[in-house]
């Protein structure tokens, strides 16, 4: 899955949950210039952060498997 797709899901989802990049970088015990450029598709998730970021979200699966693994999924589906 490219970095830059998975990066805007992970940016819709923040959006649309009303928590701050702050917030995220924290819980994932990242600085948020890591976690920005995460976002921005420069760099990728590590396994570890996608589970935290499945706890923070409370996040079912199917729902994991959208943002981070089906690249015919639309954020918009998300």
Not at 20 to 25: L, M, N, T
Request: charged share 35%; no cysteine.
């Amino acid at each position: 899955m490219k970095p830059q797709i998975v990066g805007k899901r992970v940016e819709e989802l923040i959006k649309s949950r009303n928590i701050s990049v702050d917030e995220v970088a924290q819980k994932l015990g990242i600085s948020v210039k890591k976690l920005k450029s995460k976002i921005e598709g420069k760099e990728e998730f590590y396994v570890s952060e996608v589970i935290e970021l499945t706890e923070i979200f409370d996040l079912d699966i199917k729902t994991v498997s959208q943002i981070f693994f089906d690249e015919k999924k639309t954020s918009k589906n998300i």
